[in-house]
Nanobody
């Protein structure tokens, strides 16, 4: 199982970014995928997740209405579209996979996830 996160960068407040999480050696049909972030001096927190079967989604209150998680099964890739970015969104963003089988459950705690990709830095600053 491998996860490759990409798409981070330095942007101004109010801008948009799309993060990608490319999965290899496993099928998204049987894994829930979560996006997490960790700012300096803070604990890793859940941002969004998507279930394996019907793509049920869940968002942290802090990003609801601004971030959208989606997936492309054919490309085995999960995306996090981030809009109206704020300085407080600055963090290293990670994607993670949880073995669920064919399930519509979502999972939001880092400890629940089995595999992690490397992070991608998102900096929102003027």
């Amino acid at each position: 199982v491998q996860l490759q996160a990409s798409g981070g960068g330095l942007v101004q407040p109010g801008s948009s970014l799309r993060l990608s999480c490319a999965a290899s050696r496993f099928s998204l049909d049987y894994y829930a995928i979560g996006w997490f972030r960790q700012a300096p001096g803070k604990e890793r927190e859940g941002v969004s997740c998507i279930s394996s079967s019907r793509g049920r989604t869940y968002y942290a209150d802090s990003v609801k209405g601004r971030f959208t998680i989606s997936r492309d099964i054919a490309k085995n890739t999960v995306y996090l579209q981030m809009a109206s970015l704020k300085p407080e969104d600055t963090a290293v963003y990670y994607c993670a996979a949880k073995v669920t089988g064919y399930s519509n459950n979502t999972y939001f705690l880092p400890i629940e996830y089995d595999y992690w990709g490397q992070g991608t830095q998102v900096t929102v600053s003027s």
